[in-house]
């Protein structure tokens, strides 16, 4: 069976492999972590996809390779015929030469990397890599929580919070993709810090959509107190229960994805000369890889799913991000985001968009406000959580009009809906 690079993204068209955690020869089960990959939207463990004996390593680590390439073979008999470990280990396959002339680089051979000791730093991935770098950290000073003992991200940070400190070993350790390096800057004392892979083309990606399409930003405020009385009703059972917190945004996710039911424009692509109105809702909700850049997993037919369903899959999705175990079908498929920024206690943020999709919202901090109350007895003043809704749309795609009215709609499904019934759902 051919192992293929996977589609890592709609506007994804290639990736890194950074890490390859099997030898020629070696035996391998199906969903057992068989490579890493890092492209522009994720740095993300990819599991094997058949049982069987890995027979050839057909694009080495640090190379990068089209989605759709073959990066390997797995042979599904070890009974077929194999190169032995031994021999992986001292010669490279004569397929692997052609794969590194047409990949856009390479620091190292594949089986050549396969066969080194695997030290510390072996299963690290690149986003532990740099944060293991940046507080010159021994690796195996760190009790992994991750699969078979693997350190995360979550772990590195809960290491550094409770005071741990870099130990000599880590001049010996293998951490084998360089973080990356800062330079001083001669007599000024400032630093010069080179991008990350995922950094890198984040930035590409978000230059590009700003220069090729004309954003439009429109605004509401909305009034939660329907949301944040059904917090307060059910916040605290929900979090023993879920062992997560009841936060706004799947209130939000949730109000969103009903009102792109009404407003099917704005659940499309731009195709250049013609909009595809996608029949599914299926969210992108964009999360923070802590300066290495944004990952964002879909909450697929969004519309079908009830509150819970979704505050579960986010808070899931968000926690598998920041180890880097999202599944590659994960970050596929979207068709509108929802970035959120409201912890940070933002005001408002006019978000990027990201194409082929035609708008994107950005849900900023709720706060305590004056706020017009209107009744049939007469308007009144009290103070309400109110938060900002912003959206940036594609104006090749959609008008104001349109644009705003799905605004409405949202704001309206935010402030009239029984969140509270919903949260029993």
């Given at each position: 069976?051919?192992?293929?690079?996977?589609?890592?993204?709609?506007?994804?068209?290639?990736?890194?492999?950074?890490?390859?955690?099997?030898?020629?020869?070696?035996?391998?089960?199906?969903?057992?972590?068989?490579?890493?990959?890092?492209?522009?939207?994720?740095?993300?463990?990819?599991?094997?996809?058949?049982?069987?004996?890995?027979?050839?390593?057909?694009?080495?680590?640090?190379?990068?390779?089209?989605?759709?390439?073959?990066?390997?073979?797995?042979?599904?008999?070890?009974?077929?015929?194999?190169?032995?470990?031994?021999?992986?280990?001292?010669?490279?396959?004569?397929?692997?030469?052609?794969?590194?002339?047409?990949?856009?680089?390479?620091?190292?051979?594949?089986?050549?990397?396969?066969?080194?000791?695997?030290?510390?730093?072996?299963?690290?991935?690149?986003?532990?890599?740099?944060?293991?770098?940046?507080?010159?950290?021994?690796?195996?000073?760190?009790?992994?929580?991750?699969?078979?003992?693997?350190?995360?991200?979550?772990?590195?940070?809960?290491?550094?919070?409770?005071?741990?400190?870099?130990?000599?070993?880590?001049?010996?350790?293998?951490?084998?993709?360089?973080?990356?390096?800062?330079?001083?800057?001669?007599?000024?004392?400032?630093?010069?810090?080179?991008?990350?892979?995922?950094?890198?083309?984040?930035?590409?990606?978000?230059?590009?959509?700003?220069?090729?399409?004309?954003?439009?930003?429109?605004?509401?405020?909305?009034?939660?107190?329907?949301?944040?009385?059904?917090?307060?009703?059910?916040?605290?059972?929900?979090?023993?229960?879920?062992?997560?917190?009841?936060?706004?945004?799947?209130?939000?996710?949730?109000?969103?994805?009903?009102?792109?039911?009404?407003?099917?424009?704005?659940?499309?692509?731009?195709?250049g000369d013609s909009l595809t109105l996608h029949r599914r809702?299926?969210?992108?909700?964009?999360?923070?890889?802590?300066?290495?850049?944004?990952?964002?997993?879909?909450?697929?037919?969004?519309?079908?799913?009830?509150?819970?369903?979704?505050?579960?899959?986010?808070?899931?999705?968000?926690?598998?991000?920041?180890?880097?175990?999202?599944?590659?079908?994960?970050?596929?498929?979207?068709?509108?985001?929802?970035?959120?920024?409201?912890?940070?206690?933002?005001?408002?943020?006019?978000?990027?968009?990201?194409?082929?999709?035609?708008?994107?919202?950005?849900?900023?901090?709720?706060?305590?406000?004056?706020?017009?109350?209107?009744?049939?007895?007469?308007?009144?003043?009290?103070?309400?959580?109110?938060?900002?809704?912003?959206?940036?749309?594609?104006?090749?795609?959609?008008?104001?009009?349109?644009?705003?009215?799905?605004?409405?709609?949202?704001?309206?499904?935010?402030?009239?809906?029984?969140?509270?019934?919903?949260?029993?759902?």
């Amino acid at each position: 069976m051919d192992v293929i690079m996977p589609q890592l993204g709609e506007t994804v068209t290639e990736g890194t492999v950074t890490k390859w955690y099997k030898q020629i020869g070696d035996a391998i089960r199906a969903d057992e972590a068989l490579f890493d990959v890092e492209t522009d939207k994720v740095s993300t463990e990819i599991p094997a996809p058949a049982t069987g004996v890995l027979a050839e390593i057909l694009v080495a680590e640090g190379a990068t390779a089209e989605v759709g390439a073959r990066l390997a073979v797995i042979r599904e008999s070890a009974q077929q015929q194999v190169p032995s470990a031994s021999a992986a280990s001292t010669a490279v396959p004569t397929n692997v030469a052609p794969a590194m002339g047409t990949a856009k680089r390479s620091t190292t051979a594949g089986p050549e990397g396969a066969a080194r000791a695997r030290g510390a730093g072996d299963r690290l991935s690149p986003v532990v890599r740099k944060l293991l770098a940046e507080h010159a950290l021994d690796p195996r000073a760190i009790n992994g929580t991750g699969r078979d003992g693997r350190v995360t991200r979550e772990d590195v940070l809960d290491y550094v919070a409770k005071g741990g400190a870099a130990r000599p070993a880590l001049a010996t350790a293998r951490i084998e993709t360089p973080a990356p390096h800062a330079v001083s800057a001669a007599g000024g004392g400032d630093t010069t810090i080179a991008l990350g892979n995922v950094r890198r083309r984040t930035a590409e990606h978000m230059a590009k959509s700003w220069t090729t399409t004309p954003h439009v930003l429109q605004a509401v405020e909305a009034d939660f107190h329907r949301v944040e009385q059904a917090r307060q009703v059910h916040g605290a059972e929900w979090k023993q229960r879920e062992g997560f917190a009841l936060t706004y945004l799947p209130f939000v996710a949730c109000a969103v994805s009903i009102a792109l039911t009404k407003f099917p424009n704005l659940n499309s692509t731009f195709n250049g000369d013609s909009l595809t109105l996608h029949r599914r809702v299926n969210l992108g909700i964009a999360v923070d890889l802590g300066g290495e850049g944004l990952v964002v997993p879909v909450v697929k037919d969004a519309s079908a799913k009830s509150l819970p369903q979704i505050a579960r899959e986010i808070n899931d999705f968000a926690t598998r991000a920041r180890a880097n175990r999202l599944k590659p079908d994960e970050i596929t498929e979207g068709t509108y985001t929802i970035t959120n920024n409201g912890a940070f206690g933002t005001l408002f943020t006019a978000p990027i968009i990201n194409p082929p999709q035609v708008a994107i919202l950005s849900t900023d901090a709720v706060r305590k406000k004056p706020w017009v109350v209107e009744s049939p007895e007469g308007d009144s003043i009290a103070i309400r959580p109110v938060g900002m809704l912003a959206q940036t749309f594609d104006h090749r795609a959609v008008d104001g009009a349109y644009a705003a009215a799905f605004l409405r709609e949202v704001k309206a499904i935010i402030e009239t809906q029984l969140w509270t019934q919903a949260l029993q759902a």
